[in-house]
């Protein structure tokens, strides 16, 4: 067993960043807080994305369709499909993405 704080996790701005493979798991996630209109460009991945949104609002936008998803919402995007999100609520939002990979392999868009 192994317990790893958040706060030891590789971070950005905003959010924590889970590897699965430098832990010895079959799973990588991102713990993410944003604001309104903040979010990442348009990517994609080899693989499913599963968002979980804890607190707040998210708006995704999925291969041109955009859906806001609120606070106990979980969203699943195809593998290859071309998504983005961003906070839509007055407050932080706060999600865990999850990949069911033990890396991240994204390819932005553009």
Known sequence: MKVIPLSALRRSERAAVFRGGEHGAQVSFF???????????????PYEETFVVLEGASAFT???????????SVVVVPAGALHSFEGAADGVTLQVNILPSPEILTEFAG
């Open 31 to 45: 713990v993410v807080t944003v604001r309104r209109g903040e979010g990442p460009e348009p990517h994609r991945h």
């Open 62 to 72: 999925v291969e041109g369709e955009t859906l806001e998803v609120s606070a106990g």
